[in-house]
């Protein structure tokens, strides 16, 4: 569109004519645009406006020629609220030389409904005079319908991204807990091993030192007795040799238990299901608890090493968990293996446990065995009810159903 409008060309006639040649060109011009166009005098009557215009405000154009443009399309906002005559940019742009484009606003229809327009409006000028305005304007209904369903998306995308977010800083920390968890853990078995070495195997270490040392003086001074006094040296020297024997093998008793603390040997020679089953009947024994014990696995395929260890550590964990926590003394477990699943479930008659117990941020140990089932491809489902006991249910699925 033109600020000011051009000077028309001088009209060109045909015989017989009545009218220009440009006029019928310039109508046909007017006709042809999708978009709507109007012109209005000073006082904001329209003077002309073409068809696409007219009828996107329900009018034929012989119904809206004469008429105020802004009392039958612009008079109110979109809230309803009377919008002044004098506030409208369309009418500024004659009356202050100020041309406009506006996408924000609202025309009205003949019927009384509105529609979002985005129009633009600029003085007609004839020899520095300002004559009017000519306004083009478009339904703009659908794209405001796009723009607004783009915004919702966003805004969805936006409050998915921040939940996320939120979501993996949560994850984060937990993951943080968990390893600084774990490295406590190690530091205290390692605190713990080591002591039992000292106490253990450090006492017997020494006290064959001593018996060494004891042999060692008195072969050396065999030689010196008499035969009777060197006989009964012998004899004692058996006695002594005996004791130590003793004492070696209750060292070699104690580093195979602690060894197999570090990693039951009965796991890498009989499997899987003897270690579950080993470990179970260790834990009630010494915890003086009575069992139920269900094991069927006669379908069961073997597992990688690392599955094998992780179910192993998960199972010794349901089972702490029991000793630390529960106050039980009754245990039920049953573990079902087939060549598409494996279960293993472990219920005490202990006091029981609110849920939120198991899900808050130091349950580490929960945590810990929550992200070894999901490794492997499973999930661990918790029950619990204050006086009733707790139930942990261990689910690994290993081939796609």
């Known amino acids: 569109m033109f600020a000011e409008t051009a000077p028309l060309p001088a009209p060109v006639h045909l015989p017989g004519a009545d009218q220009p040649v440009w006029r019928d060109k310039l109508s046909q011009l007017l006709e042809s645009t999708g978009e709507g166009i109007f012109g209005i005098d000073m006082d904001g009557c329209c003077t002309f406006i073409n068809r696409a215009g007219a009828e996107q405000l329900g009018f034929a154009p012989g119904e809206v020629l004469g008429k105020n443009m802004h009392e039958l399309a612009h008079h109110s906002h979109g809230d309803g609220a009377h ?10 742009a004659f009356r202050m030389a100020l041309p406009c484009r506006i996408d924000t606003e609202l025309f009205w229809r003949r019927d009384g409904s509105a529609f979002a327009v985005e129009y633009s409006s600029y003085p007609i000028v004839d020899g520095g005079v300002v004559q009017g305005a000519v306004v083009t304007f478009v339904d703009i209904s659908a794209r405001k319908r796009a723009e607004e369903a783009l915004r919702h998306a966003n805004d969805v ?3 998915r991204v921040s939940e996320r977010t939120q979501a993996l800083s949560e994850a984060l920390q937990q993951l943080r807990e968990l390893s600084a968890y774990t490295h406590t853990v190690r530091e ?4 713990r091993i080591a002591r039992e070495v000292h106490d253990e195997l450090g006492s017997l270490l020494v006290a064959l ?7 060692d003086k008195r072969l050396g001074e065999q030689q010196q007795r008499e035969p009777v006094a060197a ?8 006695s002594k040799c005996q004791n130590m024997g003793r ?4 060292a070699v008793d104690n580093v195979g238990r602690i060894i197999t603390d570090l990693r039951p040997s009965i796991l890498d020679h009989q499997g899987l299901w003897a270690a579950l089953d080993w470990q179970a ?3 009630v024994q010494s915890a003086e608890l009575t069992l139920d014990w269900q094991m069927e696995v006669e379908q069961a395929v073997p597992l990688p090493e690392p599955s094998a260890m992780a179910i192993f550590r998960i199972f010794q964990e349901m089972l702490s968990n029991v000793g630390r926590h529960a106050q039980a003394s009754h245990l039920a477990i049953t573990i079902l293996a087939t060549a598409g699943e494996i279960s293993v479930r472990v219920q005490d008659n202990g006091k029981g446990a609110a849920a939120a117990a198991f899900e808050a941020a130091n349950a580490y140990g929960v945590m810990g065995m929550r992200e070894r089932a999901r490794h492997l491809g499973g999930s661990l489902e918790i029950s619990s009810q204050i006086g009733l006991g707790s ?11």
Do not use: S
């Open 83 to 92: 919008y002044p005559e004098h506030l409208c940019p369309i009418f500024n």
């Open 157 to 159: 995308l936006e409050q």
């Open 188 to 191: 205290e078995e390692r605190t």
């Open 209 to 215: 030192k001593m018996d060494v040392g004891w042999l």
């Open 231 to 238: 006989q009964a040296m012998r004899d004692t020297m058996r």
């Open 247 to 250: 004492l070696i093998e209750a």
């Open 281 to 283: 009947h260790e834990f």
């Open 391 to 401: 139930m942990f249910h261990l689910r690994i699925q290993l081939t796609k159903p």
